[in-house]
């Protein structure tokens, strides 16, 4: 099982609303990754999640917030969004993040949550 | 900055025609891995690549791990219209522990 399932699939809300998107994995992967994706571009990353703990932040507005419940769940909170925001948004799991030790180190996408933000 | 330089951009081949892309860059890299992202879904990965002068195949695609650790290629052969799609390189440095992405290279197949 290579699977990273995110929910919903599609998601529109306003600029006032709050959300969340939903991910996980069953893998036992212990690194977990949110990327935003604009069409025609490659994948940017936002967070990565290691060991459960806040590990990396790219500069991401506070109107983002991660959270990792547990090692195989990992949620995106949405507050307050603009509409520049609106994206593909795709999670990942890796067996660790980077690694001194992982050399056959592979990153595993689910299939995504396209936002729009009206 | 840290930069892959994927080309083509973009491809329109016949279908049965073989296809080239590849990705550069002036640093090394530990591990190359490549993607195939259909419209509104995530990238699936394709074939992964640990060793310099590694070769790896995956039914028609067969990639490779350049010898200088900086570059890496992806050949399709025999394409067939399930192809279609964008094709990503990225590189992972394991200091860095995050993938870089290349641009992507959009392939179209004409039946």
């Known amino acids: 099982d290579t699977e990273v399932t995110q929910t919903p699939k599609h998601l529109v809300m306003g600029m006032t609303n709050k959300k969340s998107l939903k991910c996980e994995q069953h893998?036992?992967?212990?690194?977990m990754y949110w990327y935003k994706q604009k069409a025609k571009k490659p994948p940017e990353l936002m967070f990565v999640?290691?060991?459960?703990?806040?590990?990396i932040n790219e500069s991401v507005p506070s109107r983002f917030s991660p959270e990792c419940p547990n090692s195989s769940l990992l949620n995106l909170h949405l507050h307050a969004l603009q509409p520049e925001d609106s994206a593909l948004y795709l999670c990942?799991?890796?067996?660790?993040?980077?690694?001194?030790?992982?050399?056959?180190?592979?990153?595993?996408f689910g299939s995504g949550t396209q936002l729009s933000v009206l | 900055g840290q930069q892959l330089n994927q080309s083509p951009q973009s491809m329109f081949i016949q279908e049965g025609e073989d296809v080239s892309m590849n990705c550069t860059s002036s640093s090394i890299f530990n591990t190359w891995l490549w993607y195939k992202q259909d419209p509104g879904e995530g990238p699936v990965l394709l074939i992964a690549l640990y060793k310099a002068g590694e070769l790896t195949s995956n039914g028609r695609l067969t990639a490779q791990f350049g010898i200088t650790r900086k570059d890496s290629f992806l050949n399709i052969s025999a394409s067939i219209p399930s192809d279609v799609g964008i094709y990503f390189c990225a590189g992972l440095r394991r200091s860095q522990g995050n993938l870089i992405f290349g641009k992507g290279t959009k392939l179209s197949v004409k039946p």
């Open positions: 893998m036992g992967h212990r690194a």
């Open positions: 999640y290691s060991y459960e703990k806040l590990s």
């Open positions: 990942a799991s890796s067996q660790i993040q980077g690694a001194l030790s992982a050399t056959n180190e592979k990153l595993f």
